[in-house]
């Protein structure tokens, strides 16, 4: 019987009865708990969840990835049907991620503006690393400089009316303890997939890695890039690559050339056992 299991309920790659949308939001079973790693960008979550059988109102615990739109704006609607789950994200969250749509103008793509303030009573405030339950704990980013990957992907933070490269302390992956290693969650992993995997290692050095899913942010990067980082995934050894959203249609076709059956991508509906 798999320890774990996980289920997409939105992503870019939908079908007839389970519609997609450019967001992320999966739901995990694990040790007889619930958990929900995001809510997408509306209240599709929610239909898609009731089509698959999976009840959100009985979830025990909820985490935000990071504070983007496309993650965390399907969550009032989630406190709508669930009345006990704390939502766990980084202290630092706030609603003033831009992008830079073009040389002069920036592009909100953050928390929906006031959601921070009108539901402060689910949320659960957290700096740093953080256990959440047994076999599952928040893992940031500690890793210094990662500004300069902000200003390389045009992602900004607006401050005292200034906008300033991302450093992506809001962000942060969601790691399982499974009895055959690691599993590291990052829906976008804006800091580097490389960083993950080395902050991970770092901080669990004698733990394999079984398992690595989320959105890899690769869809704007060189063939050349994603193959380097594919490799670097074979010689971690990491035994299943889960992927989707915003990695990119041609970056998994590189990422497949390299991976093979260790790699599986992302679409609305997909089931994970491990």
């Known amino acids: ?21 450019w967001g992320l939001s999966i739901y995990l079973e694990f040790r007889e708990k619930k958990i929900l790693l995001d809510a997408g960008a509306s209240g599709l979550f929610l239909k898609n969840a009731s089509r698959l059988g999976i009840v959100l109102a009985d979830v025990d615990y909820a985490v935000l990835s990071h504070a983007h739109y496309d993650h965390a704006n399907g969550m009032p609607d989630f406190f709508a049907v669930n009345q ?14 831009y992008g830079r749509k073009n040389w002069m103008f920036k592009k909100y793509i953050g928390i929906s503006k006031g959601m921070l303030a009108e539901y402060a009573d689910r949320f659960q405030l957290v700096s740093g690393r953080e256990n959440i339950m047994d076999g599952v704990e928040l893992l940031p980013h500690n ?3 990662l500004k300069k990957l902000g200003k ?4 900004y933070i607006k401050q005292s009316g200034i906008y300033q490269a991302d450093n992506f302390a809001h962000e942060q992956s969601l790691i399982l303890h499974t009895k055959d290693g690691i599993v590291i969650l990052n829906s976008c992993s804006h800091g580097g997939i490389d960083t993950i995997l080395r902050e991970t ?47 990119g249609e041609r970056a998994f076709r590189v990422m497949k050339d390299t991976l093979g059956s260790r790699v599986e991508q992302f679409h609305v509906g997909l089931e994970i056992n491990l």
Do not use: W
């Open 1 to 21: 019987m798999a320890e774990l299991r996980a289920v997409i309920l939105v992503d870019n790659i939908g079908n007839e009865q389970l519609k997609g949308e």
């Open 201 to 247: 290692r770092t901080a669990f050095p004698r733990k394999k890695i079984l398992a690595l899913g989320g959105g890899f942010h690769l869809y704007h990067m060189s063939d050349h890039a994603v193959k380097n980082f594919a490799e670097q995934l074979l010689e971690a050894d990491v035994k299943k690559v889960y992927t989707g959203h915003c990695t």
């Open 152 to 155: 390389l992907n045009h992602l």
């Open 143 to 145: 890793t210094d400089g």
């Open 84 to 97: 006990k789950a704390r939502l766990y994200l980084q202290s630092c969250c706030g609603e003033n991620c």
